[in-house]
């Protein structure tokens, strides 16, 4: 069992950033991969970034490439996302996730937070 935690949200202008984290129970954080989704009002939740166990290997949407960045420290339990250049398409609920392999499709993952309000005003 993974429980997960988010923070970090907020409000932030056009081509500001910020950084979310999710912090995760039990001793077995590194055996899952991780991943950040995101859900705008009226859409489907949408993959955003994925980490493999050893952080070796990552996966972003097209959208966010270049601008997201997914990291993890296995030490503290700890996954982080952080977003630069932020436009308002960005808005959205995001959503850490734990699963058992690096995968870009929801049902992949097992375990969920309960998710973290970002806006991003023009």
């Known amino acids: 069992q993974v429980q997960l935690v988010e923070s970090g949200g907020g409000s932030v202008q056009a081509e500001g950033s910020l950084r979310l984290s999710c912090a995760a129970s039990?001793?077995?954080?590194?055996?899952?991969?991780m991943g950040w989704f995101r859900q705008a009002p009226g859409k489907e939740r949408q993959f955003v970034a994925a980490?493999?166990?050893?952080?070796?290997?990552?996966r972003y949407v097209d959208s966010v490439q270049g601008r997201f960045t997914i990291s993890r420290d296995n030490a503290n339990n700890r996954v982080y996302l952080q977003m630069n250049s932020l436009k308002p398409e960005d808005t959205a609920v995001y959503y850490c996730?734990?699963?058992?392999?690096?995968?870009?499709?929801?049902?992949?993952?097992?375990?969920w937070g309960q998710g973290t309000q970002v806006t991003v005003s023009s």
């Open positions: 980490i493999s166990q050893s952080a070796r290997n990552t």
């Open positions: 039990g001793r077995t954080f590194g055996a899952y991969a």
């Open positions: 996730a734990a699963g058992l392999a690096l995968r870009s499709t929801d049902h992949e993952y097992v375990y």
